[in-house]
């Protein structure tokens, strides 16, 4: 069944707001960040990285950012350019502002962490005057990163686009994505990201996302709970992550489905739920049906966190198959639907 259907006139699969910023991942890993001396470059920020795993996998993408105007906002465009998401709404920042760094850290199979620099972030500089109604109706959705509403003007930036895909009828994908720098109390974040959730047609977080976002609402919601308050608002497809235990998509049609990680080699602990994100709308894009659509973002999570980069080594959709095949003809073929 389909829950959303989508417009495939349009330009662009989707739109997307938010952050892109610099990862520095340790090539030494397994000890701690003050021991690692050497990085690897690479671009990075969820909704930058989720650009990049739909492309790979054949999707186009625009993008609405501001980013340093620097060399390193040079890096993070000229990589999008490579992968053919479109930059003309990536915008230069004027006042110094820098792109957010993130230095990662790898301690062991099962242990690791970010440090993030975002003190005057350029990403959250993004202008209501940089949100073009006319771009936004060139996509199939339109894609909020909940990090850009941490702080102004980003986050009237990220409220027009939402009211203008809504006034145009394209659904809103709202990717909680949250970050402790930037929020100043428990009480705006969640202010902005409900106000962001009531409009939204896809919802994706984790436990604690969701914990977050409703604490004004009603604090201590079950995921069945959760799923049915938000679907009573507006969404279609609510997802439910827990980590290592799996994740559940919720329909508004009263189904769930849900779905494990695959079994791999652990390296690190990020960069899955944005192959997770990227892979699944994939599946949407495509008329997957929901555990279809989990299965191919399962496999592309399990993927991203064995791998050492987030956007570098976002696979295609070949890889991603071959991925499930090779992994059921070892475990089984249910291995990762429950």
Avoid at 94 to 116: D, R, Y
Avoid at 193 to 212: C, F, H, K, P
Wanted: negative net charge; glycine residues 8%.
């Amino acid at each position: 069944m389909k829950y959303i259907e989508f417009d495939n006139s349009k330009k662009y699969d989707l739109i997307l707001l938010g952050r892109v910023a610099v990862d520095l991942n340790p090539v030494d890993y397994y000890c701690p960040l003050n021991e690692s001396t050497t990085f690897k470059r690479y671009l990075g920020g969820s909704p930058a990285n989720i650009a990049v795993g739909l492309a790979r996998l054949g999707k186009k993408c625009g993008f609405f950012a501001r980013v340093s105007d620097d060399q390193l906002g040079t890096f993070v465009t000229d990589y999008f350019k490579k992968e053919g998401i479109d930059t003309s709404h990536i915008v230069r920042c004027t006042n110094g502002e820098k792109i957010g760094l993130t230095f990662t850290e790898i301690k062991s199979e099962t242990e690791s962490s970010i440090v993030m620099y975002r003190n005057e972030a350029a990403d959250l500089k993004l202008d209501v005057a940089d949100i073009d109604e006319e771009y936004i109706k060139q996509g199939k959705a339109l894609l909020i990163s909940g990090t850009a509403l941490a702080e102004s003007p980003s986050r009237e930036a990220a409220l027009k686009a939402t009211m203008l895909a809504k006034r145009n009828g394209i659904p809103v994908i709202f990717d909680i994505d949250y970050r402790a720098y930037n929020w100043k109390n428990a009480d705006e974040i969640s202010i902005y990201y409900s106000a962001v959730a009531r409009e939204a047609d896809i919802i994706l977080g984790s436990r604690e996302e969701y914990d977050l976002t409703e604490q004004l609402i009603k604090p201590g919601m079950t995921d069945e709970e959760t799923a049915a308050y938000w679907h009573g608002q507006n969404a279609k497809i609510v997802i439910i992550k827990h980590g290592k235990q799996g994740s559940t998509a919720y329909t508004n049609d009263g189904e769930s489905y849900s779905i494990k990680p695959f079994p791999i080699k652990l390296l690190k602990s990020f960069g899955g739920g944005d192959g997770y994100a990227s892979a699944f709308l994939y599946g949407l894009f495509e008329g997957f049906e929901i555990i279809d659509a989990l299965e191919f973002g399962s496999a592309s999570a399990s993927m991203l966190v064995a791998s050492h980069a987030c956007s570098q080594d976002m696979p295609t959709v070949e890889q991603v198959k071959e991925f499930i095949k090779k992994e059921k003809e070892e475990y089984g073929e249910m291995i990762a639907r429950v």
